[in-house]
């Protein structure tokens, strides 16, 4: 056995030690020397990851291409395929196991990576950011009205497409094109018109964008700025960073704006792709730094619609609210059905904190950030159930897999929500008539409804 276990580490450490070689001599581009962080130290395996995202922006862009020639792909065939009404039979059931995958795999791993290691999906591969961008290169370059960088956007779009996904049922085809396919022509649209090879799509409007700033917030890497190394760089210094999300990256502090693009890399000998603890940097938040719109981005959004539309607005709604005597259509009624579940959720979980908290608004918006891993979770155990349904039609049926990753899942956000709570309570003041058990007590009750409706 211990023969074993050698065997395997020395083949570990070898195969590591063959990537670090491939990194090492891709970045340095098959010669020149690794540049040293800022402080003197040799860079290491993430942040000469970050460095070759900045070095080989060429490579990136090839397969960001890539990527919107396969999305165009998914997309456009399947919707086609849907409107012929004599399709082959051998089409159909290809478009039906793309529906699946884009439920069951797409989804759930685009949110993962999100909440594991930030914003890269967005930054590196999302079709919409690089149609943005490329239109944007070539657009009219107008000055970014004011109006538009108003931070309820991607909250309100976020809103709109989930109940327009409940009422239409978008997880069929072609409405889940049309959806997909709208936002990508209005992420074109406003690249065209806006700055110059930004992304004004990505920081300002994407409906995903409300959700994925939020968990990137989660995540075990980010871009850490040395800020004594920046401001210590030698002359001639190198030309400002290219920015796609216009962001001032001297002073950049969190992940939540941020798509990872890895421009920045090694900017000044400064900016480096590095490794924190997961959640470090919502653990370490104060009451003063937690904002009430993110309390309501985390109650009302990403957990109450977010939850309610992937879940076909179950649970409190669709137990007998709105009631069959209602004249409104179909449409209406799913939307609205949303938008009720939304509100009860999200209501009772804001409600829930400032009980524990004793009314104190701005330390329920404070632990309102634990509740961000239950966010993911549910995001991702809605669309697996998507999956199953779609699975259905193909006769697959998950057996207990389902069920048993869904109590996985639940299991890990919720013992991580716990954590984050429990960080936060542990950091805050003691103040007279505000116990730190009280405020715990609601995290883990708002916890425990969360996974009760998962
Ligand atoms: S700060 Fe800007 S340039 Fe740097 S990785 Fe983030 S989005 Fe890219």
């Known amino acids: 056995m211990a023969s074993t276990i050698a065997c395997c580490s020395a083949d570990y450490n070898s195969s590591m030690n063959g990537i670090d070689e491939v990194i090492r001599t891709m970045d340095t581009g098959g010669a020149r020397p690794i540049a040293t962080d800022g402080y003197g130290q040799s860079p290491d395996r993430l942040q000469r990851f970050g460095n070759l995202l900045q070095r080989r922006q060429e490579a990136v862009r090839g397969i960001q291409w890539t990527v919107v020639a396969l999305y165009l792909l998914l997309l456009l065939l399947p919707a086609l395929t849907a409107l012929t009404p004599e399709a082959d039979p051998s089409l159909m059931r290809l478009t039906t196991w793309v529906e699946m995958l884009f439920w069951g795999v797409w989804w759930p791993g685009v949110v993962f990576s999100v909440m594991l290691f930030g914003q890269f999906w967005c930054g590196l591969l999302c079709p919409d950011g690089t149609l943005t961008e490329c239109a944007s290169r070539h657009g009219r370059a107008w000055k970014i009205p004011l109006r538009l960088r108003w931070a309820g956007w991607p909250l309100l779009a976020f809103t709109l497409l989930s109940a327009v996904q409940n009422s239409i049922g978008a997880d069929g085809l072609p409405p889940l094109t049309l959806l997909l396919g709208g936002t990508s022509l209005a992420a074109l ?69 941020c798509s990872m693009c890895g421009r920045c890399s090694g900017h000044r000998n400064a900016v480096a792709l590095a490794h924190r603890a997961a959640s470090s940097e919502l653990e370490n938040l104060t009451p003063t730094e937690a904002r009430p719109r993110d309390a309501f981005a985390i109650c009302f959004v990403l957990i109450g619609v977010g939850f309610s539309a992937l879940h076909g607005a179950g649970g409190l709604v669709q137990r007998g609210w709105p009631n069959e005597g209602m004249t409104l259509n179909a449409a209406l009624d799913g939307t609205l059905a949303l938008l009720l579940n939304a509100a009860l959720l999200g209501g009772g979980l804001l409600a829930l904190l400032l009980i524990g908290t004793k009314g104190d608004r701005a330390r329920a918006a404070l632990l309102s950030y634990s509740l961000i891993p239950l966010g993911g979770v549910a995001l991702t155990l809605g669309a697996f159930d998507h999956a199953a349904v779609i699975g259905g039609r193909l006769g697959l049926t998950p057996g207990s897999l389902l069920p048993a990753l869904r109590t996985l899942l639940i299991a890990a956000g919720v013992l991580w929500s716990l954590k984050i709570g429990h960080r936060l309570i542990g950091a805050l003041p003691a103040e007279r008539g505000r116990s730190r058990a009280g405020s715990f007590a609601a995290v883990a009750a708002a916890a425990a409804w969360m996974a009760w409706c998962s």
Request: proline share 7%.
């Open 189 to 257: 649209l406003s690249g065209y018109c806006y700055a110059r090879g930004k992304r004004i799509w990505c920081r300002y409007l994407c409906p995903a964008g409300a959700a994925f700033s939020l968990l990137s917030r989660c995540a075990a890497v980010h871009f850490k700025v040395d800020r004594s190394a920046w401001d210590a760089a030698r002359r001639p210094l190198p030309r400002p960073v290219d920015c796609p999300q216009l962001l001032d990256v001297r002073r950049l502090a969190g992940n939540a704006e």
